[in-house]
Nanobody, 125 residues
Framework: QVQLAESGGRLVQPGGSLRLSCVASGPAFPDYTMAWFRQYPGKEREFVAG???????DRAYSVHGRFVLSRDNAKNTVSLQMNNVEIEDTAVYHC???????????????????WGQGTQVTVSS
């Protein structure tokens, strides 16, 4: 069983930066594929970025060149550095984890077993 806790969401101006963090509790963190999804009101969760426990990963095209995903297995943490944010980045950001998912299924929200409660990111001037 893994519990995920996100933090870092806040109000930020367009073009600004912020960093989201997700801390996982439970054993064997390096074995888990971790990902960030975001959810707009009334919409399904949308893949943002993800990383395998031993390497590999992907990002959504919409965040290429702006968002950077990093992972610290020693601290059971995965972070999302969001740079040059846009109004369209406003959403609730969720951390997700799975021990069994294949990297080929990284973008599929239904393939993840564990989810955090989410953290709100609002981009507005």
């Amino acid at each position: 069983q893994v519990q995920l806790a996100e933090s870092g969401g806040r109000l930020v101006q367009p073009g600004g930066s912020l960093r989201l963090s997700c801390v996982a509790s439970g054993p064997a963190f390096p074995d888990y594929t971790m990902a960030w999804f975001r959810q707009y009101p009334g919409k399904e969760r949308e893949f943002v970025a993800g990383t395998g426990g031993r390497g590999g990963g992907d990002r959504a095209y919409s965040v290429h060149g702006r968002f950077v995903l990093s992972r610290d297995n020693a601290k059971n943490t995965v972070s999302l550095q969001m740079n040059n944010v846009e109004i369209e980045d406003t959403a609730v950001y969720h951390c997700a984890a799975s021990r069994t998912i294949l990297l080929s299924n990284l973008r599929n929200a239904r393939a993840y077993d564990y989810w955090g409660q989410g953290t709100q990111v609002t981009v507005s001037s």
